[in-house]
Nanobody
Framework: VQLQASGGGLVQAGGSLRLSCAASGRSFNNYALAWFRQAPGKERDFVASINRVRKTGYADSVKGRFTISRDNAEKAVYLQMNSLEPEDTAVYYC???????????????????WGQGTLVTVSS
């Protein structure tokens, strides 16, 4: 599976962005999918996940502002980000893993495939 993330950019605080991640390969429908992010000088952190039956999970810092979704026909996963804050500035990575039926998917060790990252910069 190969993942290609896109949609990052520069946005003012309070604005919105939609990240996309296109996948290639088989069995996309069964994968767990997620977004992680890494801010400058910090470790990579979990942002949101969605399993094969579309159960979603979010980091506390983004609940109510971000929405993860998947389109199995298009082999894509999306992250709609609203009410962006300067603290959301980071490189965002999409990830796919085999634990599609799991309900807790917030650890990066659960994911086998990673996209190259897309930079989101939120100005104050």
């Amino acid at each position: 599976v190969q993942l290609q993330a896109s949609g990052g950019g520069l946005v003012q605080a309070g604005g919105s962005l939609r990240l996309s991640c296109a996948a290639s390969g088989r069995s996309f429908n069964n994968y767990a999918l997620a977004w992680f992010r890494q801010a400058p000088g910090k470790e990579r952190d979990f942002v949101a996940s969605i399993n094969r039956v579309r159960k979603t999970g979010y980091a506390d810092s983004v609940k109510g502002r971000f929405t993860i979704s998947r389109d199995n026909a298009e082999k894509a996963v999306y992250l709609q980000m609203n009410s962006l804050e300067p603290e959301d500035t980071a490189v965002y990575y999409c990830a796919a893993g085999p634990y599609g039926s799991s309900w807790s998917l917030d650890r990066d060790s659960q994911y086998t495939y990673w996209g190259q990252g897309t930079l989101v910069t939120v100005s104050s």
